[in-house]
């Protein structure tokens, strides 16, 4: 029986790169991790272990610092633009995805050029091309989130493994990861604006997880993606992963103290884990 590739890719991971802007009167610092991932007509490559014609994960590597060199990499949108723009050059090449990760920093002090990790969750963007398309992707990860009111858990499904009481008080606590993708070639984004874009976006999600009654996790997602795609008119869909940090609130019965809400456990594991997109359009059934 005879075999052929169904599939295959590779890439350069985890490219780590520290670009220092030197300004007169400041200093811009941007810190970010790139992935890189190509895709297109390699059998022969993986089949007959042909590599005449195939771009080694070192020159990849390289070409991110030196394209670094030349970008003003004042964004990630845009250099992963450019990135992408490169690798579809490639002999073989037609995909190629490249993903990028923010360490954030900002100012302290007077002289602009001393920082601090910056607060706010990790900055994230991707990048993919085929052809004439391009999709632009950014997000945010690693950004907590905590109410300790306005938040319920109730009505729900009880069965014969069921334990959990009911409550229309609780710790509401997640530590946010989104990706919002923009429409194929908005218009009128430039670098900056991708820059305020991804501010208003992380705005929206903090302010949407706290300004109402939730009756559960699920629906507080639901209304975070939503607000994001009723604030920004170029994106199409949010994605939405939200652990459920549980807090239980502590028995102190047996020391003879009561525990009006006050004295909670924070757990790490096991937790639950809300996942769910919001997209525009119609909703299924109404039209």
């Known amino acids: 029986m005879g075999t052929v590739l169904g599939a295959g890719g590779y890439g350069k991971r985890a490219i780590r790169l520290v670009k220092v802007t030197r300004h007169p009167d400041r200093h811009d610092l941007r810190d970010v991790t790139v992935d890189v991932q190509l895709g297109g007509d390699l059998r022969a490559l993986y089949e007959t272990g042909d590599n005449a014609r195939v771009l080694a994960t070192d020159s990849m590597r390289n070409a991110v610092y030196a394209h670094a060199r030349r970008h003003p990499l004042t964004e990630l949108e845009p250099f992963g633009l450019a990135l992408v723009e490169h690798f579809l ?144 008119e170029e994106v199409e869909r949010v994605q939405l992963t939200l652990p459920n940090r549980h807090h239980l609130l502590v028995d102190l019965t047996p020391f003879g103290l009561d525990n009006p809400g006050e004295v909670f456990v924070a757990t790490e594991e096991p937790h639950g884990l809300i996942t769910g997109t919001v997209v525009r359009g119609a909703h299924p059934g109404r039209g």
């Open 89 to 232: 050059r490639a002999p073989l090449i037609s995909q190629a995805r490249v993903d990028l990760t923010e360490r954030r920093w900002e100012r302290t002090g007077r002289d602009g050029d001393t920082f601090t990790r910056a607060a706010g969750g990790t900055r994230t963007a991707g990048v993919a091309g085929s052809g004439d398309r391009r999709r632009v992707q950014a997000g945010v990860t690693d950004l907590p989130v905590l109410r300790t009111a306005g938040s319920g858990w109730a009505g729900f499904l009880r069965d014969g493994y069921t334990t959990l009481p009911e409550t229309d008080d609780r710790i509401l606590a997640t530590t946010v990861t989104a990706c919002w993708t923009y429409r194929e070639d908005p218009d009128g984004l430039d670098d900056q604006e991708y820059g305020d874009r991804w501010l208003q976006a992380r705005d929206r999600l903090l302010t949407a997880f706290g300004d109402h009654h939730s009756p559960s996790l699920q629906h507080t997602l639901y209304r975070m993606g939503s607000a994001v795609l009723e604030a920004l």
